[in-house]
C-alpha cells in the first residue's frame, strides 16, 4: 500500500520550535474561546455598559478583525521583502501555505504566531478605548478572528455547498491558484472592494 502520510515543510531545524508550527485545528478555539469568554463575562458585569452599547461594541470588534484580517494579509503576509530574512519572515508567517496550501496542520495560526500579534493589538486597543469598552471589544475582535481561522481552514478541507460558504471557498482558492493576486479577505471580500484589490473575472466561455 503507498504511503499517503502528508509530509509538511520544515521550517525550523530546532525540534521544539518545529512542532510548535503545527498545530490540531481546535486548538485556537481551545486557546482563545476561553480568553474571549472570560473579557466578555468581565465586560458585562460593567455597570457602564447598555445593552445598546455592548451591541455597537460587538459589530465594531467583528469589524475590526475584519479589516485586521484584510491589513495583515495583504501588507505583512505578502511583504515584498528583499533580504533573506525578511523572505524567511514572509515564508515562516504565510509563504509556506502557499507552497503548501493542503498542510492540515499549518491552516490555522498556532498560538505560537498569535500571541505575539494579539498583544501588540491589545495594546493599541487600550490606548484608544476607554476601560469599560476594552473587554466587550476585544472578545468580539477574537470572536472575529475565531471566525476567520475556521472559515479559512473549511475553504481548504470541506466541500462549502452552501452557497455564502462556496462563493468564500472559490474566493479564496482563487487567491492561491487563479495567478491574478488580490483576493485577500479570507472572511469576506469586503475590503478587497473598497481598496480595488479584487480582481476583474473572466469572461465566462461562451460570452
Known sequence: MANTRHESIRLFENDLL???????????LVFWGPIATWLLWSGLHSDALSPGVVAMLALAG???WSLTEYLLHRYLFHFPAKSRFGKWLVFLFHGNHHDD???KTRLVMP????IPIMAVL??????????????????FFIVGYLVYDYIHYATHHFPMRNP??????????KHHFSGQGGRY????PLWDIVFGTRPAEPPRAGR
Open 18 to 28: 518545529e512542532r510548535l508550527s503545527h498545530v490540531h485545528p481546535l486548538t485556537p
Open 62 to 64: 467583528i469589524a475590526t
Open 101 to 103: 496550501p493542503k498542510d
Open 111 to 114: 498560538p505560537a504566531g498569535a
Open 122 to 139: 491589545y495594546l493599541l486597543f487600550r490606548a484608544v478605548l476607554p476601560a469599560p469598552w476594552l473587554a466587550v471589544f476585544t472578545a
Open 164 to 173: 455564502v460558504a462556496k462563493h468564500l471557498k472559490h474566493y479564496h482558492l
Open 185 to 188: 479577505g479570507v472572511s469576506s
